[in-house]
């Protein structure tokens, strides 16, 4: 599936369920929150109730719409995002907690 | 409850996101009467300042960190939620909460806005900026958004002219019908609540608030520059560039009229007062203490110029962005960038800088790493102790050798800072790694007169608080190298018979392992007033004269004494050696406790130590001894 491919960085497990974690996508890619997925956060980071939290409070809720505009020199990491009207930057690794439903991608 | 507050000040507290304009908001209402200080025990500062309406009421108004939330997320935000709430001791509960907002980016604060109802205060909502907002189209409707929060909403325009008066009519509005308040109804929101909040805020979005007819475009243009792997990395390593020359270029001349006018001073004191122990300390000790923390001050201002305006232009979150992998490797924040580079020319305003970072164990870390970055006081220590042992010889058909030790010494120096950091932050604060999350501004113009406040407000920090440490530990130098005096008839310099003289000789026997000379060991006690220092100290007590003019006399006079190990040793020594007060000082200052300073001071001389020793002995095996 090339149009899959285009839109990620790494292949995803999530992949069936049409759901794409943030931290795996590549410039371009459009789409919706669809949920928080806190199983998956980064083991040697803040525990998930607190990551759950800093994420809702910048603006990463159910059916914010997402981009993501920039990636990072090394490791194209961080990423920048647009997070409805605003621009967000984070780490992919808590990215990866946000999994969104692609809408089109841009490229 | 109705409370009237007629005879006392009422108490005001500015709330707001980060980036909504809420400094320029509070330099607007106070402008020159404000202070900065600490609250007790924690890094937070304590911004209050008080300003008169209209009516001739006057008000206290305290400025708070900017938050998404009153949650606290670390010690340091708990003093936000703490003084909102009133449960910090010898803080006074607020009277009036004002919201600050970014009118062009109203959804995260509207959230902010509801949380704060739950506090129990009278709560205005004052959208600033809303010059930009009415710019680009975005249509308000005010008495809808009053309505539907349940709050009164005034707009603002803090850099202009009157741009409060808003604020203040509504403010004296409340004061006149007498304040009233109800029980904190507070609980720190769950994620459920959070979603909660975020989805009413986001109604309130849909009805009062329509999208902006014409979107700043800027933004994205300049991001896709700025923000590019390449062009944006590019154009960092520019800003930093012109940053670091600008602290190094054009502090200079003003921090070389500095040190000639107290010279200059200080020989008028010498030469009209009758000698003793009275001219000394008022020429060598307070004279030339005075001096030495004035002359931080140029590069302070210069570098927090460029901070302050990069910063309010918005790039500071971008630079931040650009530079987390690097940084992140070491286990810092991207933000640690600015104040680490910085500290290439003075750590003092390097550390001074990190306040733009919030984390709290990221800032110790930084400032704690800050000291081994190589800062322009080594520069004469370095280039005399080179000019003398190291031949000018060609390495590799076109190296020089001197550059090369030279080089090899700011590399030492970068490599052991990011080691430091690393340790500290992935082995010793290792609970847990702080998420980079970080909203990305849009692009402001800097309004000029905020930039020069926020500079004036950082000197008269520096000045007051961390001046008044380094003055007292100058002169306490100058007690430990003058007083005694030489008896009479005495043929040795007269630091020899000092208490820096004794505390030298006692040191001896334990720098012997590392190859240092008592007189080494003495040079070093008023060596700590700073680096640079050192060159003289040596000068006298080596009894050159000329001191620091004459380096080839003293540099001729030190390779006659010591053997090349020695010399080496002393380099090792100077790339890790805690040989500055003043940067001890300003750790005091910064981190609010003396437990800082003590902790740089023991990591800095345990690495000297060690890196001397080891230094010491390979050249000694390898023939240098």
Same mark, same amino acid.
């Given at each position: 599936m090339p149009e899959e491919r285009s839109i990620l960085s790494r292949p995803s497990s999530e992949s069936g369920s049409g759901?794409?974690?943030?931290?795996r996508g590549a410039r371009g890619l459009r789409g919706v929150v669809e949920r928080l997925d806190l199983?998956?956060?980064?083991?040697?980071?803040?525990d998930s109730y607190e990551l759950e939290r800093r994420l809702l409070e910048i603006g990463f809720v159910e059916g914010a719409r997402v981009e993501i505009l920039h990636e990072g020199f090394i490791g194209r990491d961080p990423i920048a995002v647009k997070l409805d009207d605003m621009r967000v930057a984070l780490r992919r690794r808590e990215a990866d907690a946000v999994l969104i439903r692609p809408t089109e991608t841009l490229r | 409850m109705t409370v009237e507050v007629a005879a006392m000040s009422c108490r005001i507290a500015l709330v707001g996101n980060p980036n909504s304009g809420k400094t320029a908001l509070f330099n607007a209402l106070t402008g020159s009467r404000q202070k900065v200080a600490n609250y007790?025990?924690?890094?937070v500062e304590r911004k209050e300042g008080v300003f008169d309406t209209p009516s001739g009421r006057r008000f206290q108004v305290v400025d708070l960190p900017g938050t998404?939330?009153? #949650?606290?997320? %670390?010690p340091d935000e708990a003093v936000t939620r703490d003084v909102v709430l009133g449960r910090l001791q010898g803080e006074a509960r607020p009277d009036v909460i004002v919201c600050v907002a970014d009118a062009t980016n109203l959804r995260l604060v509207l959230r902010l806005a509801l949380e704060l109802k739950q506090v129990g205060r009278p709560v205005v909502l004052s959208l600033n900026m809303f010059d930009i907002a009415k710019h680009r189209g975005i249509a308000i409707d005010l008495d809808r958004l009053a309505d539907e929060l349940g709050m009164p909403v005034v707009t603002s325009v803090?850099?202009?002219?009157?741009?409060?008066s808003e604020l203040l009519e509504e403010i004296d509005r409340l004061a006149a019908q007498g304040l009233t308040s109800s029980r904190d109804e507070w609980q720190e929101p769950g994620p459920d609540e959070v979603r909660a909040a975020h989805r009413e805020a986001e109604r309130i979005l849909k009805i009062a608030v329509a999208p902006p007819? #014409?979107?700043? %475009?800027w933004t994205n243009r300049l991001d896709a520059v700025l923000l590019h792997p390449v062009a944006g990395t590019v154009v960092l390593l520019v800003i930093l560039f012109l940053m670091f020359q600008a602290v190094f270029s054009w502090a200079n001349p003003a921090m070389d009229g500095i040190k000639a006018a107290f010279e200059w001073l200080g020989g008028w004191v010498n030469a009209t007062l009758p000698d003793g122990v009275l001219r000394s300390l008022i020429a060598e000790g307070v004279i030339a203490g005075v001096g030495s923390v004035l002359v931080f001050l140029p590069q302070i201002l210069v570098l927090f110029f460029f901070i302050i305006l990069l910063e309010d232009f918005g790039y500071m979150a971008r630079a931040a962005f650009l530079m987390d992998k690097i940084m992140g490797g070491a286990?810092?924040?991207?933000?640690?960038f600015i104040p680490l580079l910085s500290s290439f020319a003075c750590a003092i305003p390097g550390i001074m800088s990190t306040?733009?970072?919030?984390n709290r164990h990221d800032r110790l870390a930084t400032i704690l790493v800050a000291p081994l970055m190589t800062c322009s006081a080594r520069i004469p220590v370095y280039t005399l102790i080179i000019g003398a042992f190291v031949p000018r010889n060609t390495v590799a058909g076109f190296i020089d050798l001197q550059g090369l030790v030279m080089f090899g010494l700011y590399a030492t120096g970068i490599v052991s800072a990011l080691l430091v950091a690393f340790v500290l932050r992935r082995?010793?604060?290792?609970?847990a790694v702080e998420p980079f999350i970080m909203e990305l501004p849009s692009y402001k113009l800097p309004d000029p007169k905020n930039v020069i406040m926020g500079v004036w407000v950082r000197a008269k920090v520096f000045l007051q608080r961390a001046g008044t440490i380094i003055l007292s530990i100058m002169i306490l130098i100058w007690f430990l190298s003058t007083v005694p005096g030489a008896p009479e008839?005495?043929?040795?310099?007269a630091i020899n018979y000092s208490f820096a003289g004794m505390i030298g000789h006692a040191l001896q026997p334990l720098l012997a392992p590392i190859g240092f000379t008592w007189e080494i060991a003495v040079a070093l006690i008023p060596g700590l007033a700073a680096r640079e220092v050192a060159v003289a100290a040596l000068g006298t007590v080596y009894a050159v004269a000329g001191g620091e003019e004459s380096t080839g006399a003293l540099g001729a006079t030190l390779a006659g004494h010591w053997s090349l190990a020695t010399a080496l040793s002393l380099l090792a020594w100077y790339v890790f050696a805690p040989q500055c007060a003043s940067t001890l000082g300003v750790v005091k200052r910064e981190t609010n406790s003396w437990r800082w300073p003590v902790i740089l001071f023991i990591y800095m001389i345990t690495l000297a130590y060690g890196a001397s020793f080891v230094t010491y002995h390979i050249a000694v095996a390898l023939g240098g001894g």
């Open positions: 759901l794409v974690p943030l931290g199983a998956s956060a980064p083991a040697n980071g803040i | 007790p025990g924690v890094t998404y939330s009153l #949650r606290a997320r %670390s803090a850099v202009r002219r009157n741009g409060t007819a #014409r979107p700043d %475009s286990g810092l924040h991207g933000r640690a306040r733009v970072i919030d082995l010793i604060w290792r609970s008839g005495a043929t040795d310099p």
